[in-house]
């Protein structure tokens, strides 16, 4: 049989193909003075002589792809050893690193291992920012060793709540300006100390010259509309000492000036309010004036009653707490009872603090400074 010829789009075809299989720069064709490789369309091809061609072809095209023709690849993906890299490229690495912490979130360090953050902008802060933030932190954090990190979150910034309970945090005690959450890193148990457990009142035994004790009849309450007689109560306020206190609740429910005496008993009952802890201090005052300006808005009626009538009324009778309560307050003033008083003393931090102790033998005590001073 003749040589059978392959028409000219089928050298075409090769000619692209070889194109595409081999990278060309064709800035360095444009610019070599090699002569560059032609193909003469009346060449005929035949099978035996097509794959000659195709490697003198490709033979003559290597010669335009030098290394020195192509840009330098980047590693994306760092799968290939990255040249040393110099010590000034590596102190600017580290500068930029530190200056990545500014983007982090503040917080001072507490004296158990963790960290308290505050988060003190005025402005307000795109969650998805403050995310970033967050998990940049916490990554930090983690490399440092912290363990319990809470986050002071003001009213204002209400909407990153949703943003840090998906971070792994969680509620821990809310304040009328601010949400405190807590979150524990290490892999260890969490020994972050759970919301204030107790609510702290007290109940004042206000008793003048004449056996006569000051009581009250309250508008709210389980007393209210009961018609019994009871001591003036209330709670303790933040940073509050209990004899400060039950001196405070008096003059105000009753108008009367008091002075403190002594702590006679306390009693602690449970899940009285929103499940929390009560302790109640019930405390001996002595009168400074006795003219009753009662407060309209908590207290119905308020009086001086024998102290033998208030412990009389049934309901103190029936009630072996209150009943125990009044026997205590009789015995005090049969002088058959001593309880607590206050000594104002300093604790290892240099605060002032009052310890309440046994007054009967408080005398026999050492004085302490600030009672010298």
């Not at 800035?27 to 794959?51: D, G």
């Not at 930090?140 to 998906?166: A, C, E, F």
């Not at 007393?223 to 007689?229: A, P, S, Y």
Request: hydrophobic content about 40%; some cysteine; glycine content about 6%.
């Amino acid at each position: 049989m003749g040589k059978s010829t392959i028409p000219s789009f089928i050298k075409v075809a090769v000619l692209v193909l070889v194109l595409w299989l081999v990278p060309i720069h064709f800035a360095v064709l444009s610019s070599s003075s090699s002569p560059s490789p032609s193909i003469n369309p009346n060449v005929s091809f035949t099978p035996t002589n097509l794959h000659s061609n195709f490697q003198f072809h490709a033979q003559q095209l290597q010669c335009y792809f030098t290394p020195s023709s192509f840009h330098p690849q980047r590693n994306l993906l760092a799968s290939q050893p990255q040249p040393p890299v110099s010590n000034a490229a590596l102190a600017q690495e580290k500068q930029k690193m530190g200056e990545s912490n500014i983007e982090m979130l503040k917080g001072e360090d507490d004296k158990h291992g963790g960290v308290v953050v505050s988060v003190e902008e005025e402005n307000p802060i795109e969650p998805l920012h403050f995310s970033s933030l967050l998990q940049a932190s916490i990554s930090n954090w983690r490399q440092q060793g912290k363990k319990g990190v809470w986050i002071k979150l003001p009213i204002q910034h209400s909407n990153l709540v949703d943003t840090v309970v998906k971070a792994g945090f969680r509620y821990h005690h809310a304040e009328p300006d601010h949400l405190m959450l807590v979150y524990w890193i290490p892999h260890s148990p969490d020994t972050i100390p759970p919301n204030a457990s107790h609510r702290v009142g007290i109940a004042a035994f206000v008793i003048n010259n004449n056996r006569e004790m000051l009581v009250v009849q309250e508008t709210s309450g389980r007393f209210n509309g009961t018609g019994i007689w009871k001591m003036p109560t209330g709670t303790v306020n933040e940073g509050e000492d209990i004899c400060a206190a039950a001196i405070r609740e008096v003059k105000e429910e009753t108008g009367i000036e008091t002075e403190f005496v002594e702590i006679l008993a306390f009693r602690q009952s449970h899940k009285s309010f929103f499940q929390k802890s009560d302790i109640l201090f019930v405390s001996m005052l002595r009168p400074l004036s006795f003219d009753i300006q009662s407060q309209a808005s908590e207290i119905v009626a308020a009086k001086w009653m024998p102290i033998e009538e208030y412990a009389g009324q049934p309901f103190m009778q029936e009630n072996d707490l209150f009943r125990f309560i009044s026997e205590i307050c009789l015995s005090k003033l049969d002088g058959n009872y001593t309880g607590f008083s206050n000594l104002l003393t300093t604790t290892s931090s240099g605060k002032k603090t009052y310890l309440y102790l046994n007054g009967r033998d408080a005398n026999n005590l050492v004085p302490s400074k600030s009672q010298q001073d």
